[in-house]
C-alpha cells in the first residue's frame, strides 16, 4: 500500500531530543531546584530569626 502521507507532514513533527540533550536538561533543572531550595530554606531561616 503506498504512503498517503505528504513528505512535508514529517518536517513539521518536531526534533527527538537525544539521551544526551535529555540528560543535560535534567541536570539544568536539577541544580535550579537545588538553588530554588537553598534560596527557600535561606528565607524562611530569616522570616523565623527576624519573628525572635
Known amino acids: 500500500m503506498r504512503n498517503i502521507m505528504p513528505c512535508a507532514f514529517h518536517a513539521l513533527r518536531p526534533h527527538r531530543i537525544t ?3 535529555r ?3 535534567e541536570k539544568r533543572t536539577a ?3 537545588i538553588a530554588f531550595s537553598v534560596l ?3 528565607v524562611e531561616l530569616y522570616v523565623v530569626y527576624s519573628a525572635l
Request: proline share 0%.
Open 19 to 21: 539521551r544526551g540533550d
Open 31 to 33: 541544580w535550579a531546584l
Open 40 to 42: 527557600l530554606a535561606c
Open 23 to 25: 540528560r543535560m536538561r
